[in-house]
């Protein structure tokens, strides 16, 4: 079996996105993995591949199909949205409106099947904003892109997997937001990942909001504050 085609993001260019994409995919043991692509700024990644002296070669390419996935090259669908003198370490909107383009792209190839994958290198939410593109994060971003109502965001790693009932809000936003309903819709999803990876019997245990996980200690403070 073919190993999966992976779309890379370049995030905000004005950022550290460059850098990460260059040192990962210096990486032998990253083209043992997938067939790696960058979307995002040949221009960019050359500065970046000068900067970290990693000698990688970048290929500009047409598209996902014209890619050779070769060890020792980077190859770039090449958007060309970044100005030659834009600053590393400052908040652009000019970043912000390349970073939210690369991940357009990228999401296009995604449900045209041109690639497998989408594996996004980080965003500047204020450059983003700068841009008028008004997004608390990437999870919003694919879901209106996808023309997805309700998403979760996951992580995972090889000893513990978390979804989250909410993200990219402020602790009194989620508690007004959180009702049974979405709790089990969570954990309807959380499931469905783990069987889809492997995982035939997933137990699932769901966090509380308090520390007591329930409402009876809160009113008996509350009571207490009173006086009564």
Known sequence: MSLPRIGITMGDPAGIGPELVMKTLAHAETHALCRPLVIGDARRLEKANG???????VLLIPDPAAALFRQGTLECIDLGLVPEDLPFGKVSPAAGEAAYRYVERAVKLALEGAIDAVCTAPVNKEALNAAGHRYPGHTEILAEMTGTPEVSLALISPRLRVIHVTAHIG???????IDAGLVERTIARGRELLLRA???EPRIG???????????????????GTGR
């Open 51 to 57: 900067i970290l002296k990693l000698n990688l070669q």
């Open 171 to 177: 602790l009194l936003d989620a508690i007004e937001r």
């Open 198 to 200: 492997g995982w035939p």
């Open 206 to 224: 769901v966090c509380g909001i308090n520390p007591h996980a329930g409402d009876s200690w809160w009113r008996c403070t509350t009571t207490r």
